[in-house]
């Protein structure tokens, strides 16, 4: 008690130096081994900018604007637009003023400028390339329309109830490579693989598959790792629930992320074609396998599509169907290894989801023929404007070989006749011939002098 108080005193007085017995008292009873780093992936990250995907989409947002100009001159007569109308039809596409021609002329193998034969009226319409390019990409389509079945049917089985809004799907059929009257070209054509019904609760209509076949309940990365366990004699246990992770350059990889990376890769997880409708999710482990089912299911749909990417809005419009968490932006962000988010290509409104493992230098690993059907237009896109004047013959066929050649030839005679006031052309000295012997017949003293041009005398 006398120590308590001496300290005690020491410490009320103003100028006392001695130590202050409180804050080491506090200090001792709060000090204990530092606590160590968290080795579970953080559920906020920032996102690492990864150029070649996003110069991708750069190219991607010229195709889109070049598609929506496409279909606009095809739905017309004849399919040609007058020149004079592309402004005011253009801006339906959400060009601006006088943005529409200057568009058009920036790709000069797609879309071409000729002049009408008859009414001298300037008209816009598609290239021979970009002729033979929808018709490939036609042709392509329709050779896969199998495959697409099948894609088809496994989309429908990751579904917890065994359905899914056909709305939805129509959205997002130019990515899982469906026609676009796939509701009677695809459904209603197979009715040994689905049902279409109308839900009374929403109004809506609903695909169904018709019996879920097993053979079809296989991911791709199940796939690959098998491949990976036979050909590279990996450990089973480290590739049983594992992805490929591919991380963009300039990632900081700590210590402690790359410990939490390899935890995750060995939790176990439902297959995204399994009902976890009856399981229950209150335990932690159930949440960390659901967390990495979600990242299965989002793996295997960017799988089925023709291009492996589709946007994140496409993949809200699933969420409810396949137990997608709500934030799914900060949930692709965990996963950069895997996924790949790009905002480039509409000023940032849509956000287009790439599966990492797919791509190598901008191009897919295993391209199908709908993909480089697609990427025609890409080439033709890119191809500089400078060769559409070389290769003008397969370009420009309004006019042919003669056209061409009486037109040079008449430029050519124009250009000597105000040389040499016409004198060019065999013709023409013929007749100056003749009217010099019809003068020489005229004149009087009867000598035979002729019409020379240096006698001639041009007088202003």
């Given amino acids: ?51 070649g995907y996003d110069n991708y989409m750069e190219i ?27 402004d005011i039809l253009a801006r339906r ?45 036609k ?41 676009d009257d796939f509701e009677y070209s695809v459904v209603l054509k197979y009715p040994e693989y689905f049902r279409l019904f109308d839900a009374d609760e929403t109004r809506s209509k609903y695909i ?13 990365i199940e796939k690959l790792r098998e491949i990976e366990y036979r050909e590279k004699g990996v450990d089973a246990e480290d590739i049983r629930f594992s992805f490929i992770v591919n991380f963009p350059p300039g990632f900081k990889i700590g210590k402690y992320y790359r410990i939490a990376v390899w935890k995750w890769q060995r939790v176990p997880y439902w297959s995204p074609y399994e009902d976890v409708s009856g399981y229950d999710m209150r335990s932690l482990e159930a949440q960390k396998r659901m967390e990495k089912r979600a990242v299965a299911v989002i793996h295997e749909l960017l799988n089925l599509t023709v291009e492996k990417k589709i946007t994140l809005e496409r993949i809200a419009h699933f969420r409810m169907a396949m137990n997608l968490p709500k934030k799914l932006k900060e949930f692709l962000l965990q996963h950069q290894g895997i996924f790949y988010i790009s905002t480039r290509g509409n000023h940032g409104k849509l956000h287009t989801v790439f599966l990492r493992e797919a791509y190598r230098k901008g191009e897919l690993v295993e391209p199908n023929d709908l993909y480089l059907a697609r990427r025609k237009l890409a080439e033709l896109v890119l191809m500089s404007p400078r060769k559409a004047k070389m290769d003008s013959e397969l370009v420009s066929y309004h006019r042919d070989w003669g056209d061409d050649e009486r037109g040079f030839v008449g430029r050519e005679c124009v250009e000597n006749a105000f040389e040499d006031f016409g004198g060019c052309n065999d013709d023409r000295q013929r007749r100056d011939s003749n009217a010099g012997d019809d003068y020489d017949s005229d004149t009087d003293d009867g000598s035979d002098k002729t019409l020379d041009e240096k006698d001639v005398r041009v007088t202003d």
Avoid: W
Wanted: net charge positive; aromatic share 6%.
């Fill in 139 to 179: 042709r392509a389509l329709a050779a896969q329309v199998p495959d697409a079945v099948t894609r088809l049917r496994k989309l429908v089985m990751m579904s917890n109830t065994g359905r899914i809004r056909l709305e939805h799907v129509r959205i997002a059929r130019y990515e899982f490579g469906l026609p």
């Fill in 1 to 51: 008690m006398n120590i308590f108080l001496t300290y005690s005193s020491h410490f009320l007085k103003p100028n006392s130096k001695t130590l202050h017995p409180i804050p080491l008292l506090l200090h001792n009873l709060t000090s204990t081994r530092p606590i160590s780093k968290s080795t579970s992936i953080p559920k906020k990250m920032d996102r690492v900018r990864d150029h």
């Fill in 208 to 220: 169904e598959v018709v019996e879920k076949e097993p053979s079809l309940a296989v991911c791709a």
């Fill in 93 to 137: 596409l959400g060009f601006k003023q006088h943005e529409a021609a200057a568009f058009v002329l920036k790709f000069p193998h797609v879309f071409e400028i000729y002049e009408h034969p008859v009414q001298r009226v300037l008209y816009c319409r598609l290239t021979r390339k970009a002729h033979l390019q929808i018709e490939q990409e």
């Fill in 60 to 86: 991607e947002k010229k195709i889109r604007k070049v598609l929506k100009f496409q279909a606009l001159i095809l739905s017309q007569p004849h399919q040609i637009i007058q020149a004079s109308r592309l």
